[in-house]
């Protein structure tokens, strides 16, 4: 009978511990979600370049906060990382030419990587929706807006990372 009680007691005490932190998980999304109220607003964008016959690659991904950019030669074994903070001045030029309502628009076109080609890669982010476009330069329709955030980032980052 007595490890029948010691296993009801340890039963008990480990659910008085794990109640309030599950209650305190379901707080936190809540407060994850009250941040990002515009379920339209850009949240996070990568552009990178990748390919070629000795697997060349370049990624640049951008946040609110932050720029992280990374570039080799995958032959060579080479690899180059630089990272900054940036301001929310910058961050709202960054992504001032992107209009949210078009990304459902942008078209991708196929890989280049089959013919030692090198294929250029967006991914935006918002709360609601990741969107992503493979060599989407050939939707000259909708491609001069992440053209335009090229140019913008191409302003922030050091020479070699351009």
Known sequence: MVPAIKNTYLKLLFSIFLLPALFSCDQKKEEVSAV??????????????????????????????????????????????????????????????????????????????????????????????SHIYVNSYADTLHYQQLKQFKEQLNMILPTEYQ
């Open 36 to 129: 990002h109220q515009n379920s339209n607003e850009i949240t996070f964008i990568s552009v990178s370049n990748i390919g070629g016959d000795q697997g060349d690659y370049k990624i640049i991904k951008v946040t609110q906060d932050s720029i992280h950019a990374e570039k080799g030669i995958a032959a060579r074994g080479t690899h180059q990382e630089w990272h900054s903070a940036i301001s929310v001045p910058i961050w709202k030029q960054l992504i001032s030419s992107i209009k949210t309502k078009d990304l459902d628009e942008i078209q991708s076109s196929p890989s280049q990587q089959s013919v030692d080609g090198i294929d250029e890669t967006f991914q935006i982010r918002t709360p609601k929706k």
